[in-house]
């Protein structure tokens, strides 16, 4: 069999005999799976998916084999070593067989599609949200104005002296609020594009978080030296940066986390980006901070980064969005992972012109 054009395609192509088990695998096959035909071989094919799957694949596998009807198994979950992914997987008879290969199986990955179209979809639904926000913000400020502005003027009337102190709080309090309206509606300033260090950025995060917290907290570095400046604002950035990473602190703080520990690390990343053809694969600069405090409730991961959300009881809840915002203005985005012990922000930006 000549298997040169099988190497070529994108799609794994795995050749099962009888029992099920793989007697050849082409290229696409063994990266979308991280295995060779040794380990895929030394099994049965619906050992390899989660546990969830297994009777339904073998049960279908055994049918086709007796009744000659291929099948599709959508979204099928390939498991090794606690690494999972998920491909599309057309089973086919072949007729005639080749060799004691009887099944033919077409995997097409889907992990980067679903999660394009999660991202896509979860942005777009943040971005409804501010907007309801932003629009809510606006009709606050006028009344604010008002209240102050009435305030003001009582204490200028005559015999107010005896309620001067209550006249400061209405001032002081709508001079908060109005402060707050101002950070839901986020900043419109239009972004200065310069060369940005984020390694200067992240050793300046680091000495107000050192500061902070006396040193309390320990904050590691894990840089790559080799990585170029990008272009953005470098103010912006550095307020997204500080946004993500006091959360880190306070969580660990609040969480009274036995030996508190926060990471920077800095890395280029090859990422499928939805978009024209000539951006699906390229290559950022990812920003990770890392903490091993208790981690995000799961009921908030969907709604982590709109306004007025958040996990740590003295939090507001907008941090998070204001630095969403800056970091989708700079062309990039944020993913999140967490789990008890371990939290990581990811800040990914392209190189060059944002």
Known sequence: MDTRLFNALNTGIILLDATHRALWVNESARRITSMGLRQLASVPFESWVTESQVDELSQSLTHLVNELYGFTYRELVLVRDGHQVTADASFSYLDPPIGDAIILVELAEVDQLLKISRDSRKVSDEEGFRKLVQGLAHEIKNPLGGIKGAAQLLAKEAGANGY?????????????????????????????????????????????????????????????????????????????????????????????????????????????VAGSLGRQNRTLLQIRIEDNGPGIPSELTDRLFFPMVSGRAQGSGIGLSISQTIIHRHHGWIEVSSRPGQTQFDLIVPFGES
């Not at 419109?188 to 000495?207: D, F, G, I, K, S």
């Open 164 to 272: 001067a102190d209550y006249l400061d709080v209405i001032v002081s309090e709508a001079d908060r609020l109005k402060s707050l309206v101002d950070r839901l509606l986020g900043s419109p300033a239009r972004l200065e594009h310069e060369p940005v260090n984020m390694h200067q950025l992240l050793e300046r995060t680091r000495a107000l978080l050192l500061a902070e917290s006396n040193e309390q907290v320990s904050i590691i570095r894990d840089y790559d030296p080799s990585l170029p400046e990008i272009m953005g604002d470098r103010g912006q950035i550095q307020q997204a940066i500080l946004n993500i990473a006091k959360n880190a602190l306070e969580a660990l703080t609040e969480s009274a986390t036995a030996n508190p520990e926060i990471r920077f690390q800095t890395r280029a990343v090859r990422r499928s």
